[in-house]
């Protein structure tokens, strides 16, 4: 076989059954808490063997960077699933509110996340232009439907939504953090 055979071959279909059960695996692991959890037990959680789990993700590093792009992936193919829902700011709201519920489920894992996100410079453009793109694609939907002012950018909305993560307090809040979302929202609305 040639090298540039070898480049553009395709993942078996078994490699890429286990590379998606290791990073269900690892988002279960992290997600209950367990950062410094050995990658071998994320290995045995998947039914791979080690060697398995180290061809994907050679570092616990490329693991946590994964699964931070599985979730990103997971918000923005959500943005593009709302745009068929009938009120375009109900659409935005649900989107921001399922933020907010996969912080809550994800709270394990989000420190070592967001220091996944932001020791890669690569991988926080690519996060910021995934998410801010869900956005936008929700966001001006409203606007054009003359539910929701104008003026404000989707860069705009995910600092909001930045901000009332990093705004968590106490084990409870998750119904504040929603809230906050409902006034925002309210806030857009074009009067």
């Known amino acids: 076989m040639g090298s540039q055979e070898e480049k553009t071959r395709r993942p078996r279909a078994d490699s890429i059954r286990n590379r998606q059960r290791l990073l269900e695996a690892a988002t279960e692991i992290f997600s209950a ?3 410094q959890a050995s990658l071998e037990a ?3 959680r998947a039914g791979v063997g080690i060697g398995t789990l ?5 570092t616990r590093d490329s693991l946590f960077e994964a699964v931070y792009r599985h979730e ?3 918000l923005a193919d959500l943005a593009e699933q709302l745009t068929r829902e009938d009120d375009p700011v109900d659409a935005l ?3 921001m509110q399922a933020n907010v519920r996969l912080v809550a489920t994800k709270k394990g894992m989000i420190e070592a996340l967001q ?3 932001v020791s890669s410079s690569e ?3 690519y996060s910021s232009e995934r998410l801010v793109g869900a956005i936008r694609l929700l966001l001006e939907r409203a606007v054009k439907a003359g539910a929701l002012r104008d003026d404000v950018p989707a860069e705009d909305l995910l600092r ?3 901000g009332i993560f990093y705004a968590q307090g106490p084990s409870d809040w998750q119904p504040t953090a929603l809230r906050m979302v409902d006034i925002f929202i309210d806030g857009l609305r074009k009067r």
């Open 93 to 95: 709201k649900r989107w």
């Open 123 to 125: 991988l926080k453009a």
């Open 54 to 58: 180290y061809r994907h993700f050679p």
């Open 33 to 35: 808490g367990a950062q």
């Open 160 to 162: 909001t939504m930045v």
């Open 115 to 117: 220091l996944a996100a």
């Open 72 to 74: 990103v992936d997971l």
């Open 42 to 44: 994320v290995a045995r």
